[in-house]
């Protein structure tokens, strides 16, 4: 139980392209998403927290232009990088809570974006 | 406000030695915390939580381990490393507000030698 993945697990675009990140709930709903950035050898960033039906809270720093997130329904939310440029380049990791579990996020496998 | 505090990026212990991974949190509310691994190009994967109750907390992979209020840590220890524990480890500490948000610690990088 409490699956969430992402699709695409990598993918390469060239600088001023948008990409689409999806990350699904397979198994339960979820009532909250979350959407964090990794650099190599560092450590999570979390980039904004978005709740079923409303607008993504964006941490400071992350420019909510840029990183659109959308959480339409319970099982699903996106993310996408526009006008895409290399310094976007990164792991970006999804997880999901069920509502349910006090704190416990579950964690997608991540997507690999390289812009170009 | 919350933090967490993992003391070494870099941990090396032969097969079969003890790991012990350190991790001292800081948090104005019962905090509840959780140590995550992570393999290469993956995502993290639960290894132990401690919410409330019992505070040597047991994992999987023979992980385990135990929450002290007073020295605010929450190591992480295993008997005897396995190759296949080679990984990322990071600590996290549960938010308090209504997001639940997590605060990772920085991350400890474990290699196992033979």
């Known amino acids: 139980g409490a699956v969430v993945s992402q699709h695409p697990s990598w993918v390469i675009c060239k600088s001023g392209t948008s990409v689409k990140i999806e990350c699904r709930s397979l198994?339960?709903?979820?009532?909250?998403m979350f959407w964090y950035r990794q650099f190599p050898k560092q450590s999570l960033m979390l980039m904004a927290t978005?709740?079923?039906?409303?607008?993504?809270?964006?941490e400071q720093g992350v420019e909510k232009d840029k990183f659109l997130i959308n959480h339409a329904s319970l099982t699903l939310s996106t993310l996408t990088v526009t006008s895409a440029h290399p310094e976007d380049s990164s792991f970006y990791i999804c997880?999901?809570?069920?509502?349910?579990?006090?704190?416990?996020?579950?964690f997608g496998p991540g997507t690999r974006l390289t812009v170009l | 406000a919350q933090s967490v505090t993992q003391l070494g990026s870099h941990v090396s212990v032969s097969e079969g030695a003890l790991v012990l991974l350190r991790c001292n949190y800081s948090?104005?509310?019962?905090?509840?915390l959780f140590w995550y691994v992570q393999y290469p190009n993956q995502g993290l994967q639960l290894l132990l939580k401690?919410?409330?109750?019992?505070?040597l907390v047991k994992g999987i992979n023979g992980f385990e381990a135990e929450f002290k209020k007073s020295e605010t840590s929450f190591h992480l220890t295993k008997p005897s490393a396995h190759m296949s524990d080679a990984a990322e480890y990071f600590c996290?500490?549960?938010?308090?507000?209504?997001?639940?948000?997590?605060?990772f610690g920085s991350g400890t990088q474990l290699t196992v030698l033979p």
């Open positions: 978005s709740n079923e039906g409303s607008k993504a809270t964006y």
């Open positions: 996290a500490v549960g938010g308090s507000g209504s997001a639940r948000q997590l605060t």
């Open positions: 401690y919410t409330t109750g019992a505070t």
């Open positions: 198994d339960f709903q979820a009532t909250t």
């Open positions: 948090s104005s509310v019962p905090p509840y």
């Open positions: 997880s999901a809570r069920d509502g349910t579990s006090w704190n416990e996020q579950f």
